[in-house]
């Protein structure tokens, strides 16, 4: 069956950086729209970043010109390089295969003040 597995979440100050990975298997995800979402404490989930089967890839307002969506076809990975990270990005972070309901179990990241 369809697998993702993210890791790279941690504790970080502000201003710092994380790399998310999101391992894929199961499936070549290769031809998949690929997106990372976050949902903090009572609230609702919300996309962060989608990354096209090409190199096309879109972002929140939120996070545009800090966080970078990139891929790895030959690994089936995707990636998420978060920079100059923020409390309001403290959130658990799920990676999902855009149109089919798979994601992962997701990974903390938690950003101090």
């Avoid at 979440?9 to 502000?14: C, I, K, N, T």
């Avoid at 609702?44 to 096309?56: H, K, P, S």
Wanted: net charge neutral; proline share 2%; glycine share 12%.
């Amino acid at each position: 069956q369809v697998q993702l597995v993210e890791s790279g979440g941690g504790l970080v100050q502000a201003g710092g950086s994380l790399r998310l990975s999101c391992a894929a298997s199961g499936r070549t995800f290769s031809r998949d729209d690929m997106g990372w979402y976050r949902q903090a404490p009572g609230k609702e989930r919300e996309a962060v970043a989608v990354i096209r089967w090409g190199v096309y890839s879109l972002y929140a307002d939120s996070v545009k010109g800090r966080f970078t969506v990139s891929r790895d076809n030959a690994k089936n990975t995707v990636y998420l390089q978060m920079n100059s990270l923020k409390p309001e990005d403290t959130a658990i972070y799920y990676c999902h295969i855009e149109g089919y309901d798979y994601w992962g179990q997701g990974t903390q990241v938690t950003v101090s003040s």
